[in-house]
């Protein structure tokens, strides 16, 4: 039975199936226009992306308009869309296979077993919805060949006979790759993708049988490793032409907010939720040459925040979907942070003190390298944990996206100095109360320096001004009262910390925050001491006269404290 249509475009939460969307009327962002620039860039496609950023549905997209079995429904899938105007030669020209590799799952000793199973089921349903490009009985010789790369090599045999051309589509071709690396280590995973492994093999049929193939993932690490057995893949990561084919502009989000307004579903002045949109899921760029384009909003995260303006008629109570934690997991487990060297925990500790880091982009590498410095900060910005900010020299800077991401840094150093010593939740929170309700920021101040010094009596870490902000930062993220700023740029300098209260949530936060930090060797001089107060209480001051400050503090308070430390210990402190 087909379902009813509403006269308004439905919201398309959670829905990757293009023919579903488009048919059941949910609202689409049109990604069309970008057909072209694939089919003149190459043959063989691939291409990395972070999650919950529409690949799948783009997948389906693609399947859709290149069907030869849905020539039919051309007009009503795309008639309106940009390519119903534009269509290229190819049009519902291929008989299209789509694997999606997200459904391979099950126990290591098994997991050969699966992953033939669900390949060889997909083959099937392939000949049974082609039959009639090949022959009568396709179907029946498919069903009675035995294992997914017989088939595969079967399905290109028989295109060639019969002059069938043939796309192949993978979605997320390293998922369960990435969690045998995660769960058992490189050795069992060195032996799926090397010499004579399963996956190793049916790759080698994907290149040997398929007139065009387009790849999606999250990382480029098993791509790497594949290499002889797939090695004719262009890699379109980084290419401009591409830049906003995945993600939201700002303009797609204005355009999709306007259509809910004018149809009565949401209310409010659009440019203010775009604006408190913005630090949270806006600041994707992934090409050096897309640096002047819009940048691009997480996609899923935009329709939590609009879901939630629907259903509520206000923002979410946690801007963070619960859903994407998962995913940080995910990432967190691949690059497992807590068996670093220190040399790349360090990497970690200064993106999240800074915000971002110098490196260039390294377009594939092996498992077994995931530990040099190019290639962690490269999968940092592959998950989406950095993303392209602008150059310094021949180098790229790379810069945390939003506060979404950087709270998932955040994290990372608090489970570090959890380890060390159990953090007292609930002793900061309480400091936090009083000093967002009645200014006194003495408790906290007090509280995060006692925590600091404690926990370096319990395991000596690095002396020195960026682990005392490092530490600060990570405290400061688990008030939900305050927006932790570090590094904010301000009249010509950039502050320590701004605690930017979160007025809509927390209304009755009256009072926020510049904190400046400056750290004394312990050999140093009282003369030097002195100086560098000087020079903290002339920075701040100057910070202070900011009209940007003003308009982020609204009708709270501003505070000016500085605070210095000698050593692990608190030495001075002083509200200006």
């Known amino acids: 039975m087909t379902p009813p249509v509403q006269t308004t475009k439905q919201l398309p939460l959670g829905i990757a199936d293009f023919s579903r969307l488009r048919e059941q009327n949910y609202y689409y962002v049109d990604k069309t226009m970008f057909i072209p620039r694939l089919e003149t860039t190459s043959s063989y496609l691939f291409l990395v992306r972070p999650r919950r950023f529409g690949k799948s549905l783009l997948l389906s997209m693609l399947k859709a308009y290149y069907d030869v079995s849905m020539k039919d429904r051309f007009d009503k899938l795309f008639g309106d869309l940009w390519i119903g105007s534009h269509p290229t030669a190819y049009r519902n020209y291929y008989a299209v296979l789509h694997l999606d590799f997200s459904l391979v799952f099950g126990p290591i000793e098994k997991l050969a077993d699966s992953f033939d199973s669900y390949c060889g089921m997909e083959c099937d349903c392939f000949a049974q919805q082609y039959e009639y490009l090949f022959y009568d009985g396709f179907c029946k010789d498919m069903k009675e060949t035995s294992t997914a790369g017989g088939k595969l090599n079967l399905i290109g045999r028989k295109a060639k006979m019969y002059n069938v051309p043939l796309y192949l589509i993978v979605d997320e071709y390293d998922n369960f790759t990435n969690t045998v690396l995660n769960q058992h280590g490189e050795d069992i995973y060195h032996g799926l993708t090397h010499g004579e492994g399963f996956y190793r093999d049916i790759f080698k049929s994907f290149k040997a049988n398929f007139e065009r193939v387009l790849m999606l993932g999250v990382s480029p690490v098993t791509m790497d490793d594949l290499t002889s057995g797939y090695n004719i893949a262009t890699n379109i990561t980084a290419d401009a032409r591409v830049n906003q084919m995945l993600g939201f502009s700002e303009d797609d989000v204005r355009e999709m907010f306007r259509y809910y307004l004018e149809a009565g579903w949401i209310k409010g002045d659009i440019e203010a939720m775009i604006e408190e949109m913005k630090p949270w899921y806006d600041n994707y760029c992934f090409a050096k040459e897309g640096l002047d384009e819009s940048r691009l909003f997480n996609s899923d995260m935009v329709l939590y925040y609009l879901g939630n303006q629907?259903?509520?008629?206000?923002?979410?109570?946690?801007?963070?979907?619960?859903?994407?934690?998962?995913?940080?997991?995910?990432?967190?487990?691949?690059?497992?942070?807590?068996?670093?060297?220190?040399?790349?925990?360090?990497?970690?500790?200064?993106?999240?003190?800074?915000?971002?880091?110098?490196?260039?982009?390294?377009?594939?590498?092996?498992?077994?390298?995931?530990?040099?410095?190019?290639?962690?900060?490269?999968?940092?910005?592959?998950?989406?944990?950095?993303?392209?900010?602008?150059?310094?020299?021949?180098?790229?800077?790379?810069?945390?996206?939003?506060?979404?991401?950087?709270?998932?840094?955040?994290?990372?150093?608090?489970?570090?100095?959890?380890?060390?010593?159990?953090?007292?939740?609930?002793?900061?929170?309480?400091?936090?109360?009083?000093?967002?309700?009645?200014?006194?920021?003495?408790?906290?101040?007090?509280?995060?320096?006692?925590?600091?010094?404690?926990?370096?009596?319990?395991?000596?870490?690095?002396?020195?001004?960026?682990?005392?902000?490092?530490?600060?930062?990570?405290?400061?993220?688990?008030?939900?009262?305050?927006?932790?700023?570090?590094?904010?740029?301000?009249?010509?300098?950039?502050?320590?910390?701004?605690?930017?209260?979160?007025?809509?949530?927390?209304?009755?936060?009256?009072?926020?925050?510049?904190?400046?930090?400056?750290?004394?060797?312990?050999?140093?001089?009282?003369?030097?001491?002195?100086?560098?107060?000087?020079?903290?209480?002339?920075?701040?001051?100057?910070?202070?006269?900011?009209?940007?400050?003003?308009?982020?503090?609204?009708?709270?308070?501003?505070?000016?404290?500085?605070?210095?430390?000698?050593?692990?210990?608190?030495?001075?402190?002083?509200?200006?």
């Open 310 to 576: 629907v259903r509520n008629g206000h923002s979410p109570d946690e801007m963070v979907n619960p859903n994407a934690r998962t995913d940080y997991q995910k990432m967190k487990k691949l690059i497992q942070i807590d068996k670093l060297e220190p040399e790349r925990k360090s990497i970690i500790y200064q993106i999240a003190e800074q915000g971002y880091i110098d490196s260039n982009i390294v377009p594939y590498f092996p498992a077994s390298e995931l530990v040099k410095f190019d290639n962690f900060v490269s999968l940092l910005y592959y998950y989406g944990m950095l993303t392209i900010t602008g150059t310094s020299g021949f180098t790229l800077r790379l810069g945390i996206p939003n506060n979404n991401v950087r709270k998932q840094y955040y994290g990372y150093l608090l489970e570090e100095y959890d380890r060390i010593r159990t953090v007292n939740h609930w002793q900061i929170d309480k400091a936090f109360q009083q000093a967002a309700v009645s200014g006194d920021w003495h408790p906290l101040l007090q509280t995060v320096s006692d925590e600091y010094e404690k926990t370096c009596a319990v395991r000596c870490l690095i002396e020195g001004e960026r682990n005392i902000q490092g530490f600060f930062t990570a405290y400061f993220s688990l008030c939900p009262y305050y927006l932790t700023a570090p590094e904010l740029e301000l009249r010509h300098g950039y502050c320590d910390f701004f605690l930017l209260p979160d007025l809509r949530r927390y209304p009755v936060v009256a009072h926020s925050f510049i904190i400046e930090l400056k750290y004394l060797k312990q050999d140093a001089t009282t003369e030097e001491g002195e100086a560098q107060w000087a020079e903290a209480k002339e920075q701040i001051t100057r910070y202070a006269t900011d009209e940007k400050l003003r308009l982020l503090c609204g009708p709270t308070q501003l505070h000016l404290v500085v605070a210095q430390f000698r050593g692990h210990q608190l030495a001075r402190s002083e509200e200006l």
